[in-house]
């Protein structure tokens, strides 16, 4: 998360990825860094015992929300 906003502090585009048994954490961390907003993609948990089926399909979330992502700090969709 710091590096995620550090980065987007320096106008480089980034997206912070966190499996579901972070998400508290994560908005402590954005709260902390002062940017209380930030969006940040969320995945299943465990990531380390995770199959490769599973791990695919969190691979497939993670680009499917960090499109939206992008495409809602760039106007293009509300």
């Given at each position: 998360?710091?590096?995620?906003?550090?980065?987007?502090?320096?106008?480089?585009?980034?997206?912070a990825v966190?499996?579901?048994?972070?998400?508290?954490?994560?908005e402590l961390m954005c709260r902390v860094l002062g940017m209380p907003e930030y969006k940040f993609v969320v995945i299943g948990h465990p990531i380390s015992s995770a199959s490769d089926e599973q791990l695919t399909q969190y691979a497939r979330a993670t680009i499917e929300q960090a499109?939206?992502?992008?495409?809602?700090?760039?106007?293009?969709?509300p």
């Amino acid at each position: 998360m710091h590096d995620s906003i550090a980065a987007e502090r320096q106008g480089i585009p980034a997206i912070a990825v966190m499996t579901e048994r972070f998400i508290s954490a994560a908005e402590l961390m954005c709260r902390v860094l002062g940017m209380p907003e930030y969006k940040f993609v969320v995945i299943g948990h465990p990531i380390s015992s995770a199959s490769d089926e599973q791990l695919t399909q969190y691979a497939r979330a993670t680009i499917e929300q960090a499109r939206l992502l992008l495409l809602r700090a760039s106007g293009a969709i509300p």
